[in-house]
């Protein structure tokens, strides 16, 4: 095997058991990194020799010639320099060059979420009689419930979970341990899957909440399928996603008058930035809370 293979692979191993990347993302960097890789083998270029100058074509390379929109490449460069910083910790090159590297500007965008009643259409899809249709609805109640992360969902498991005071213990990003609680809808949902359908899903007698129809743990790509398949069968225009109903769970908090810091103790973020994008309301909120505070937006009819 070839040099940089192999930094690529001990690389990406270093992620998934040191820092605890789920399969998803260890998949994107690597993805990422190999397309790095590639360009420079088109160049000649080594890849302990890379310099500056270098990276000033490749970024170049990645606007005009691959059309990449400026997230694609900030994600890009995000998993090059990782790579580029656990290359010069081994001790493989001598410096990171790519923290000299600064992206392209993102542009803003809102998140995108889903709105009350379309998430009650969702709700309705699944068939609660059978098995799978227990599963998804629990699947998505959960995943609106607590605003979990995907990876994060897949790797609950039954024991995780204390029913008397709904609360779940989540491992997140980086090994970090906290708790979520959930409502009457999700206990209803979970009470009937673990009641019903799980015990007939857990052919293998497995330790994990969410199971495939072959008693195997679901994986991120599957739910991704399974919301994909449930969005089909609604009336709803927008893609669908398990992030977009993280989304929608704290932007609903917001909206309802819950305190930015709490919402990012739940979301699991650790920086207060991270959690600012969702400070956006809707322009129904925005109207409600001015005609609502407001001493001159209604005229009073009761006034002397």
Known sequence: MEVKNQCLNDYLEYLKF??????????????????????????????????????????????????????????????????????????IIKSNVFSLVSGPKKSKKLPRYFEYNELEELFNIPDKRL??????????????????????????????IDLGQRNILILGKGNKERYVTYGDYCEEALKLYLSDGYLSLNVQNSDFLFLNNNGGVLTERGVRYILDQIIKKTGISKSISPHMIRHSFATHLLNEG????????????????????????????????????????????NKE
């Open 18 to 91: 040191q820092k605890n990347y789920s399969d998803y993302t260890v998949k994107s960097y690597g993805i990422d990194i190999e397309e790095f890789l590639e360009y420079l083998e088109t160049e000649c270029l080594k890849f302990k020799d890379v310099e500056y100058e270098d990276l000033r074509f490749y970024l170049m390379y990645l606007k005009d010639e691959k059309k990449d929109n400026n997230t694609s490449i900030n994600r890009k460069l995000s998993a090059l320099r990782g790579f580029y910083k656990y290359l010069a910790n081994e001790g």
């Open 131 to 160: 098995p799978l249709g227990q599963r998804d609805l629990l699947l998505l109640e959960l995943l609106y419930a607590t605003g979990v992360r995907v990876g994060e969902l897949v790797n609950i498991k039954v024991g995780d």
């Open 258 to 301: 819950c305190d930015l810091l709490t919402v990012q103790k739940l979301l699991g973020h650790e920086s207060i930035k991270a959690t600012q994008i969702y400070t956006h309301v809707s322009t129904d909120r925005l109207k409600e809370v001015y005609y609502h505070s407001f001493p001159r937006a209604k005229i009073n009819d």
